[in-house]
């Protein structure tokens, strides 16, 4: 066989493409990732690591009204809501299952995320969300001012309600990334690095991927390609509704632990415990952008958030700052599926907020996808890549 020649090449190498590469090495198949700079050098490495798989949806979110169900699959609820529970389920054997391939430690936390209202409004939105999740049989607590005070001591007397998500943990997102990345290494799949991928065209049963340092040849192709991946698909002929939203985020460092679980407030603002007495205090949201500059505003904004949540902050000490792009549908549901007019080329992309929680069910998916065995119990009707009905060129 020829030495560029694979089975499949998937053009990205963050959390999402690291997965599919993974679950498609475990079985043989022939995997080339393609990655235009480092591994996860994009947003897989900016992201706080939340498995939010209740935290941040819930029925008034517009990714879940947005879902035509009852659906055949998922009768009672919709689509998207067992698609990320399962999807945080796989975590757990996943953690162990990387660590003893690669010696990774993807950092898995599972102390819970405690959603905070500090207002009124807040406070009623707050117990709708709570409401939803003890009807889909989740597992919830609904806390007053006076239980968060015994539960998290150092958060802000000055709130009006909470609601406690036991089951949404979190990981460090960079090791999971290059976890997945190890992994799918170990079981033979190939990663080239600052390899962009200009285009790709049809020859044959084949595709042929041309590439800054060259070409590659595959069988099938998967574009991961986050915030980039509508860009790239253009090329194909495929519009999709996609744009890119930066959020900022920073790490200070604590002399003690001051939380044990995740703080999320209404407002967007999360403040997550990581190793080494860290904290990490996330995100902005700026749309239309695929600048990653770290602003004042951006930075200020964050640390006035996070001193409202969490008072003793102030005195915690400043380490790093950074940005990274998400990838925003015009519904905020993911596309997974197959490209509309070239058979054989897969589309994972647009995970948004969540693309850390969803990694390990995309690559599953993905791979079954590849294998011509289906998406078995998803119905994958709301990630269509043509619901959007876009114009198509060719
Ligand atoms: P990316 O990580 O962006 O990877 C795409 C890769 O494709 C990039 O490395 C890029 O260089 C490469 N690429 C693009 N074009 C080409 C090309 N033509 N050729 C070769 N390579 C190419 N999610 C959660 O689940 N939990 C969180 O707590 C969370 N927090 C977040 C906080 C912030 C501040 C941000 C920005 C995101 C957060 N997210 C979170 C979202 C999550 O980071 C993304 O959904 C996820 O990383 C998307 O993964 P991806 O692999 O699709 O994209
Ligand atoms: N999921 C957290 C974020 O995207 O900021």
Not at 246 to 262: A, D, W
Not at 354 to 369: E, F, K, M, Q
Not at 382 to 389: A, I, M, V
Request: charged share 20%; hydrophobic share 40%; proline share 5%.
């Amino acid at each position: 066989m020829n030495g560029n020649h694979y089975d499949v090449a998937i053009i990205g190498g963050g959390v999402i493409g690291g997965s599919i590469a993974f679950q498609l090495a475990k079985r043989n198949v022939r995997v080339v990732v393609l990655e235009k700079d480092r591994i996860a050098s994009e947003a897989s490495s900016a992201a706080a690591g939340m498995l939010g798989a209740q935290s941040e949806f819930s029925n008034e979110h517009p990714l879940i009204s947005s879902m035509a169900y009852p659906c055949e699959k998922c009768p009672s609820t919709p689509c998207f809501i067992p698609f990320a529970l399962k999807s945080r389920d796989m975590i757990v054997p996943l953690a162990e299952e990387l660590k003893e391939l690669t010696g990774i430690d993807i950092g898995l936390v599972q102390k819970g995320i405690l959603k905070i209202a500090l207002t009124e409004e807040e406070n009623e939105a707050l117990q709708r969300n709570y409401e939803f999740w003890r009807r889909m049989e989740q597992s919830v607590q609904w806390l007053s001012v006076d239980d968060v005070a015994v539960f998290e001591p150092n958060v802000t007397k000055n709130l009006r309600g909470a609601m406690y998500l036991p089951n949404d943990g979190q990981v460090s997102a960079p090791d999971l990334s290059l976890a997945f990345a190890k992994a799918s290494i170990v079981y033979g799949a190939e990663w080239q690095e600052f390899t962009e991928v200009l285009d790709v065209a049809q020859e044959g049963d084949d595709y042929r991927l041309r590439t800054n340092h060259g070409t590659v040849h595959a069988g099938a192709v998967v574009v991961a390609a986050g915030a980039w991946s509508a860009l790239f698909l253009e090329k194909t002929g495929l519009s999709l509704s996609m744009y890119p939203v930066k959020g900022e985020c920073l790490l200070v460092k604590v002399e003690k632990p001051i939380i044990q679980t995740t703080v999320f407030a209404k407002n967007g603002c999360y403040i997550v415990p990581k190793k080494g007495n860290r904290l990490l205090i996330g995100a902005t949201s700026t749309p239309y952008t695929f600048d990653k500059k770290v602003t004042v505003q951006g930075i200020m904004s964050l640390l006035e958030r996070a001193q409202q949540l969490l008072p003793t902050i102030r005195t915690a000490e400043w380490e790093r700052a950074w940005a990274g792009i998400r990838p925003q549908t015009g519904d905020g549901v993911p596309y997974i599926g197959e490209h509309p007019h070239y058979k054989n080329i897969w589309i994972a992309t647009g995970h948004y907020r969540n693309g850390i929680l969803l990694s390990p069910i995309t690559g599953v998916i993905i791979a079954d996808l590849v294998e011509g065995k289906g998406s078995g119990e998803f119905d994958l009707a709301p990630f269509s890549l043509t619901r959007h009905q876009a114009t198509y060129t060719v």
